[in-house]
Structure formats: C-alpha cells, structure tokens
C-alpha cells in the first residue's frame, strides 16, 4: 500500500476526519487505498488560534486525547482512500471574516468549484498553484503501528 508521511498536528487530524484534504506543493496521479503516516516532526509554528481549534477537533474525536505533544509519531495512524488530486485556485472573490477566507477554491474535474472555508481552510496551505490532496473512508487505526517515514509517496508494508 502506499503512504504518505504527514507532519502532526496534521496528520491526526486528517486522521479523525477534521482534515479531508492534504495540501502540497506537488501533485500525484496515485489514486486508491493509502496509509497516513505521522512524521516524526511536530509543527508548532502556527497561530494561537489554529492551535486552539485544532486542539478542540482532536480533544472531541480521540478518546483520552489531551496534549498536542501526545500525538503518535514515527507511525502509520490511519488508512484511507485517495480520491483525486485538485488544483488550488483563487478567482478574486473575497469575503473576508477574520477566521475564513472564501478565495481558494478546488477545481473538481467537471469543472465545479468546491471552496475551502472553516477549519480546514486553517489545517492546509491552500496558496493558489498547490494541490489538494482529497481523501474519503478514513479509518483511524485501534493502535499506531511504527513505521520510518520517507519523503513523497513510499511503500508501507504493515505486519
């Protein structure tokens, strides 16, 4: 199966389902089963805010959660099938809030546009020219299964 390595905070919540797409600089054609891989770095570069609400989603989501810090690492965490690659876009309309953004959007293929608003507009760098990576049937696994990381998409050969 192939895997992604995501960095934490990022990758629970794509984990417990806070987090549908996965945004990144590069796209892939890989579609199918897929396994997230927790990185063994922790960003904590980002906004009081982002931190707060990020905390509540995974406090509401994961039994017996309470610190960031806490979050697997350096381990698979979840399984899930990736659906489709979308480009980031932005067509200059703006409504602006001071928690959402409505000028990013995905292109769908039969040329829908999907906005990104809410929480997940935080959880993702969705700069136009980027790639959403959108995952569906997100199953969060009963333990972490340890697991070195690699960069891009690798092979992940569970036990």
């Known amino acids: 199966m192939k895997a992604a390595t995501v960095y934490q905070p ?57 610190y960031m810090h806490n979050l697997p690492r350096g381990a698979v965490i979840a399984t899930a099938c990736l659906l489709n690659c979308h480009l980031i876009r932005d067509d200059g309309y703006s409504k602006v809030r001071p928690e959402v953004t ?25 700069t136009p020219g980027r790639y959403a990576w959108e995952f569906v049937n997100m199953k969060l696994l009963p333990e972490p299964i340890p697991a070195r990381g690699q960069q891009g998409l690798w092979e992940w050969r569970s036990a």
Do not use: M
Not at 29 to 44: E, Y
Not at 45 to 52: A, I, Q, V
Not at 102 to 123: D, H, M, S, V
């Open 10 to 66: 990022w990758a629970s919540l794509l984990a417990v389902g806070a987090k549908r797409y996965e945004t990144r600089g590069w796209q892939t054609k890989c579609r199918g089963p897929i396994a997230i891989h927790a990185g063994l770095k922790f960003i904590n570069s980002f906004p009081e805010y982002f931190g707060k609400i990020a905390h509540l989603e995974l406090c509401e989501k994961l039994p017996g959660f309470a």
């Open 102 to 126: 409505l000028t990013k959007y995905i292109q769908r293929p039969n040329y829908a546009k999907e906005y990104i608003q809410g929480c997940e507009l935080l959880f993702g760098d969705f």
